[in-house]
């Protein structure tokens, strides 16, 4: 009888089941790509578990990842879950301050990262703080306890911790509550599904009443070589109007190309020839909206934009507040 999906962590077993395939995940080491396969997939998640389990993390334990896309991560994801630990996945973006406020407030016993360069960022965070026990890399690092180590442990414990993880994943339910932190606005449904609807605060009203989502413009322009960023504002304006970041190594090359010479960035968005070309690709963009939403004015900015630097939130979203407060300044 084919078993029902009722956590996230049954998705993999009811997908071995069904449809079962190859390369279910797939990622690059040493520039070679590796396939998972349902089972290894499966096998993998339940490793985690044990292996976990096995080191004496218990059920609600937090487990907190720092890392970028791999496959890897979906096997601590569900690894973690189904033992009924909690897992704390952090965006690999964020600054110091950021990690030093997560780690301290979300109590977590653990922390696998992806990488040496996130290791060494968070290292010096994590040994100040009392509950952390251990830190695990996905990526092999000299002296770090390493991931690829709790799935050894999982598979020479698996006899003694099966019987343990099956009662644990029983006792599971559905209806078990999730925290979501997202800075989304959605709607429940059924009392059990969120949809989410929209980014928090983001539409705004031109003087004439027209409304503007700025996200889907924004995308327009990043679609050109010559942005890197864009934020279109307007609220209670005319028109709608765009701070530009632009691709400065790009920009860099064109000028060579063409022959534009410039001190730095600050004279180079200055020079007639470089505005004249973004107001081109701006028309080009403009050509595809609607009236309203159009660019009618733009202005270019030498700052680069990025979450390190504060602009972008770690998930590369804008911080609007922040971005016109700094344009009311300057």
């Known amino acids: 009888m084919m078993m029902a999906v009722k956590r996230t962590f049954d998705l993999v077993q009811w997908t071995h089941e069904k449809y079962p395939r190859p390369d279910m995940f797939c990622g690059k080491q040493d520039n070679t790509w590796i396939k998972y396969s349902t089972e290894d997939t499966r096998n993998n998640i339940n490793w985690v578990s044990y292996g976990l389990m096995s080191m004496g993390f218990k059920r609600g334990d937090k487990i907190a990842t720092i890392t970028g896309n791999k496959p890897e991560w979906n096997f601590a994801d569900m690894g973690i879950a189904q033992a009924g630990m909690i897992h704390v996945p952090i965006y690999p973006t964020i600054g110091t301050d950021e990690y030093t406020f997560i780690l301290n407030h979300s109590d977590v016993k653990a922390i696998i990262v992806g990488n040496k360069s996130i290791f060494n960022k968070v290292s010096p965070i994590a040994e100040k703080i009392k509950g952390i026990s251990a830190i695990f890399s996905f990526d092999p690092i000299d002296t770090v306890r390493s991931f ?167 998930t590369l979203k804008l911080k609007r507040n922040l971005l016109q407060s700094t344009i009311r300044t300057s």
């Open 148 to 314: 690829s180590e709790i799935i050894e442990e999982g598979k020479r414990s698996q006899e003694k911790y099966k019987t343990e993880l099956e009662e644990i994943k029983e006792s599971i339910k559905p209806e078990d509550l999730v925290t979501i932190i997202t800075g989304d606005i959605g709607i429940m449904e059924d009392n059990k599904f969120l949809r989410i609807t929209d980014r928090k605060k983001e539409i705004f009203k031109l003087s004439a009443g027209k409304y503007i989502a700025p996200q889907p413009i924004e995308n327009r322009l990043k679609e050109s070589f010559f942005i890197e960023q864009a934020m279109v504002i307007g609220e209670n304006e005319k028109f709608a109007s765009a701070l530009i970041s632009p691709n400065f190594s790009y920009l860099h090359d064109w000028c060579s190309l063409h022959k534009i010479q410039f001190r730095d960035n600050a004279e180079l968005i200055e020079i007639p020839e470089v505005i004249y070309r973004f107001s081109r690709e701006i028309k080009e963009i403009n050509s595809t909206m609607g009236e309203h939403e159009q660019i009618k004015r733009f202005r270019l900015v030498t700052e680069e934009w990025s979450s390190q630097s504060g602009e972008l939130s770690p």
